[in-house]
C-alpha cells in the first residue's frame, strides 16, 4: 500500500491530537520532568485545541497516512512568532512531525513542500519557522528550503524554558 497525503478535516480531530502527543513525546520527552512534559501535552495537543485548530479558516493540517494509518503530519498558519518584523500576513510552519520509524526517506520533505506550497499559494511572501535550537536535523531541512536564522525565543514547556530559534525566508 502506498503513503498517502491530505488534507485533515474535523473527523481527524481524535487522530490528530493523539498522534501529536505520541510524536512529541517520542522526540523530546527526555527533556522535561514527567509533570512538565504531562501538562504541556494536555495544553497544546488537548481535543480542544485540535478542533480550533481544524475549524479555522486561516490555519491547514494535514495527515500522512501509510496503509490507512496516521504517520505524520502538519500545520501552518498565520506566524505568531515573537519576532519584532512579524507582520500580519505572514506564515508559519506550526508543527510537521513524523513517526520516527518513518522518518529519513522522504515522508517530512514531502510534507514540507506540500506546507510551504499552500503558504505561498496567492504568492511568495515571507515565511516563518520556530525550531529548537539543538534540533539539528530539522534545521538542515529547513536550511534547505531557503530558510536562515533571524532570531531566537524561550519557549516554555511546564516550568521549563526551551532555547527556540526563529527562521525564515523571504
Ligand atoms: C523533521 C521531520 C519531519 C523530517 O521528516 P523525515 O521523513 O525524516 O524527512 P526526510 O526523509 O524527507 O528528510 C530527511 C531530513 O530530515 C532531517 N531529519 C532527519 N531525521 C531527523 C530527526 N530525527 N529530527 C529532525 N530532523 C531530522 C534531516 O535534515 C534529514 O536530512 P539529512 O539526513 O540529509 O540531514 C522528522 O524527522 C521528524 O518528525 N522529526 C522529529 C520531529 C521534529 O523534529 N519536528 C520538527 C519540529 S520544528
Known sequence: MSTTLRR??????????????????????HLYPPEDLAAFLAYAYGLERTQRDLADPDKASWILEKDGTAIGYALAGPCDLPHP??????????????????QGGGNGSRLLNTVLDWLEKDGPRPLW???????????????????TKVGEYFFPVGQVRDLEFILRRG
Open 8 to 29: 485533515a478535516v474535523a473527523e481527524d480531530a481524535q487522530t490528530l491530537s493523539a498522534l501529536g502527543a505520541r510524536t512529541f513525546t517520542e522526540t523530546f520527552a
Open 129 to 147: 519557522i520556530g525550531v529548537w535550537s539543538e534540533n539539528f536535523g530539522a534545521q538542515r531541512l529547513y536550511g534547505r528550503m531557503g530558510f
Open 85 to 102: 518584523d512579524v507582520q500580519a500576513d505572514h506564515g508559519e510552519l506550526k508543527r510537521i512531525y513524523v513517526l520516527k520509524d518513518h
